[in-house]
């Protein structure tokens, strides 16, 4: 069994920072990708960064050139840099695991109000 927890969401105001961390722990036999989804009130959930084994990344469009991924696969953790935060970006942001099978986190929320 997989488990994934993430930290480090909370309420800051428009322009302001955070960083999202998930750590996974258990039987992790490969990864093949680690990334960041993000769900909205009334809205789907998203995709919004995925950083792969060998480090090739995909950004949302929404949040290109301001949030950043990176990984510590040693560490089985991954992070989410996310800088220039706007109120459209509030969400629970679950941290994803791509192994022979998909593991989610349970989510951290992030507020952006002022």
């Known amino acids: 069994q997989v488990h994934l927890v993430e930290s480090g969401g909370g309420l800051v105001q428009p322009g302001g920072s955070l960083r999202l961390s998930c750590a996974a722990s258990?039987?992790?036999?490969?990864?093949?990708?680690m990334g960041w989804y993000r769900q909205a009130p009334g809205k789907q959930r998203e995709l919004v960064a995925r950083?792969?084994?060998?480090?090739?990344?995909y950004y949302a469009d929404s949040v290109k050139g301001r949030f950043t991924i990176s990984r510590d696969f040693a560490k089985n953790t991954v992070y989410l840099q996310m800088n220039s935060l706007k109120p459209e970006d509030t969400a629970v942001y679950y941290c994803?695991?791509?192994?022979?099978?998909?593991?989610w986190g349970q989510g951290t929320q992030v507020t952006v109000s002022s």
């Open positions: 994803n695991l791509e192994s022979w099978r998909t593991y």
């Open positions: 258990g039987t992790i036999i490969s990864i093949n990708a």
């Open positions: 950083i792969t084994s060998g480090g090739s990344t």
